[in-house]
């Protein structure tokens, strides 16, 4: 069972930017793909950017740009370096992860609030 905690959340203006991490825990070995997803209220979760253990990214469109995934293989974390946020970026942050690359199966962290309101 791989456990995920999240860190880094919080208040911050328009314009301004905010780190989040999450580590992984329970496994001894790198996990396939790490990311984050995202949740506002009254809508559905969606997906933010991921990273695979091979340093291949994706992000959602509305983040391109803005918004920069890496992780640390060693340590099995992930982070999330958010910049020129925008109000529509409030929501709960969710880090997840797949951690075998042929396997459908998922884990997920507890999430972390993100707002930004001036």
């Known amino acids: 069972q791989v456990q995920l905690t999240e860190s880094g959340g919080g208040l911050v203006q328009p314009g301004g930017s905010l780190g989040l991490s999450c580590a992984a825990s329970?496994?001894?070995?790198?996990?396939?793909?790490m990311g984050w997803y995202r949740q506002a209220p009254g809508k559905e979760r969606e997906l933010v950017a991921t990273?695979?253990?091979?340093?291949?990214?994706d992000y959602a469109d509305s983040v391109e740009g803005r918004f920069t995934i890496s992780r640390d293989n060693r340590r099995n974390t992930v982070y999330l370096q958010m910049n020129s946020l925008e109000p529509e970026d409030t929501a709960v942050y969710y880090c997840?992860?797949?951690?075998?690359?042929?396997?459908?199966?998922?884990?997920w962290g507890q999430g972390i609030q993100v707002t930004v309101s001036s």
């Open positions: 990273c695979t253990s091979g340093g291949t990214t």
């Open positions: 997840s992860t797949r951690p075998v690359w042929n396997s459908p199966q998922r884990f």
């Open positions: 329970g496994t001894s070995f790198t996990l396939y793909l």
